[in-house]
């Protein structure tokens, strides 16, 4: 529809398990009607993607409890351009073997800085996520198009 808005998932993934996250999410965000979803490697993503979208789900493996470095690549691409994808609607994710919830914490703090509108929680897998982690995924991935269908923000 002309009338869909978009969701861009961008995620780094050492082992596979971040990137099933990443499909979780896409699938309830599918589940919502007048919502798209591109899903990438954040190695991917050029700024006109991120700008385009009507809001984000960022994903990234636990790299010594921070986030890998391919995303934070991303972000700094993404600096340049704040002003455009300030206050829309982001969901964070994250996977490993420990020092998951400090990836999410680091992927937070810098994500802060773009002003974002939080669908809150993020979600955090130990391991290859199972049918629990990835219905957790499913339904947040569903909030985030909620989110994204009832919120309104200014492009400046």
Same mark, same amino acid.
């Given at each position: 529809?002309?009338?869909?808005?978009?969701?861009?998932? @961008?995620?780094?993934?050492?082992? !596979?398990?971040?990137?099933? $996250?990443?499909?979780?999410?896409?699938?309830?965000?599918? #589940? =919502?009607?007048?919502?798209?979803?591109?899903?990438?490697?954040?190695?991917?993503?050029?700024?006109?993607?991120?700008?385009?979208?009507?809001?984000?789900?960022?994903?990234?493996?636990? @790299?010594?409890?921070?986030?890998? !470095?391919?995303?934070?690549? $991303?972000?700094?691409?993404?600096?340049?351009?704040?002003? #455009? =994808?300030?206050?829309?609607?982001?969901?964070?994710?994250?996977?490993?073997?420990?020092?998951?919830?400090?990836?999410?914490?680091?992927?937070?703090?810098?994500?802060?800085?773009?002003?974002?509108?939080?669908?809150?929680? !993020?979600?955090?897998?130990?391991?290859?996520?199972?049918?629990?982690?990835?219905?957790?995924?499913?339904?947040?991935?569903?909030?985030?198009?909620?989110?994204?269908?009832?919120?309104?923000?200014?492009?400046?």
């Amino acid at each position: 529809m002309a009338n869909d808005k978009k969701i861009l998932i @961008a995620y780094a993934s050492r082992t !596979g398990s971040t990137e099933k $996250l990443a499909q979780a999410i896409a699938d309830g965000i599918r #589940k =919502v009607g007048d919502v798209s979803v591109d899903v990438k490697r954040a190695k991917d993503v050029k700024p006109e993607d991120a700008v385009s979208a009507d809001g984000y789900a960022f994903g990234s493996h636990s @790299a010594f409890e921070y986030m890998g !470095g391919e995303l934070k690549l $991303l972000f700094e691409e993404l600096y340049n351009v704040r002003n #455009k =994808v300030s206050g829309k609607p982001v969901l964070l994710f994250t996977s490993g073997h420990g020092g998951q919830v400090a990836a999410l914490e680091s992927m937070d703090r810098v994500v802060g800085v773009f002003n974002p509108h939080w669908v809150k929680p !993020g979600v955090a897998v130990e391991g290859m996520p199972g049918e629990a982690d990835r219905a957790k995924a499913m339904e947040m991935g569903a909030k985030l198009a909620d989110a994204v269908k009832k919120y309104k923000y200014i492009i400046v």
